[in-house]
T-cell receptor, first 113, second 114 residues
Framework: DQQVKQNSPSLSVQEGRISILNCDYTNSMFDYFLWYKKYPAEGPTFLISISSIKDKNEDGRFTVFLNKSAKHLSLHIVPSQPGDSAVYFCAASVGTGRRALTFGSGTRLQVQP | DTAVSQTPKYLVTQMGNDKSIKCEQNLGHDTMYWYKQDSKKFLKIMFSYNNKELIINETVPNRFSPKSPDKAHLNLHINSLELGDSAVYFC?????????????FGSGTQLSVL
């Protein structure tokens, strides 16, 4: 039973366009969400996060949107750059609990020059 | 200067063998984790230690035994390796134990059991 789902295993976009990566979750206890980026042969690195008290968080070219009623979040990258090509993992947790992050299976983003 | 380092990067071994993966962090964090990335690419928590105390122990076969000699090190020992243990194992650390802590990951150990 996967509580965090990334239903698109891959996404290809042109350089300069918007990339939208989606994530759904089933556990209504989750109140903190993160996105991690992973290059080949490296570990995941933190990208951006959002608490459930917000519906949007922005950091430069990266924006995360949270729709609590739909149990859905998305990561927008604008404009996309070839260096953004990586696997993006969505993760969720109960923010105040002694729990580890629950990860999705990742979406591979390819940004074409 | 790598923040979270794990060794070896690749490990190829026969079924039935015992092997260890080592992890060290130089971030001064109190909490360390082992995650397993399975064939479906999900990253699943296995164990978590806070200041050498085991705080998370998911449903993992008891052939897997974590050891934390100090808060900067968390090693993973696996007895009687099986084919299904083949995966990428990631070590991670965070400042505290709360669920909203950022994790810092090592580069992974690719374990192949033949």
């Amino acid at each position: 039973d996967q509580q965090v789902k990334q239903n698109s295993p891959s996404l290809s976009v042109q350089e300069g366009r918007i990339s939208i990566l989606n994530c759904d979750y089933t556990n209504s206890m989750f109140d903190y969400f993160l996105w991690y980026k992973k290059y080949p042969a490296e570990g995941p690195t933190f990208l951006i996060s959002i608490s459930s008290i917000k519906d949007k968080n922005e950091d430069g070219r990266f924006t995360v949107f949270l729709n609590k009623s739909a149990k859905h979040l998305s990561l927008h990258i604008v404009p996309s750059q070839p260096g953004d090509s990586a696997v993006y993992f969505c993760a969720a947790s109960v923010g105040t609990g002694r729990r580890a992050l629950t990860f999705g299976s990742g979406t591979r983003l390819q940004v074409q020059p | 200067d790598t923040a979270v380092s794990q060794t070896p990067k690749y490990l190829v071994t026969q079924m039935g063998n015992d092997k260890s993966i080592k992890c060290e962090q130089n971030l001064g964090h109190d909490t360390m984790y082992w995650y397993k990335q399975d064939s479906k690419k999900f990253l699943k928590i296995m164990f978590s230690y806070n200041n050498k105390e085991l705080i998370i122990n998911e449903t993992v076969p008891n052939r897997f035994s974590p050891k934390s000699p100090d808060k900067a090190h968390l090693n993973l020992h696996i007895n009687s390796l099986e084919l299904g243990d083949s995966a990428v194992y990631f070590c991670a650390s965070s400042e505290g134990v709360a669920g909203n802590e950022k994790l810092f990951f090592g580069s992974g150990t690719q374990l192949s059991v033949l």
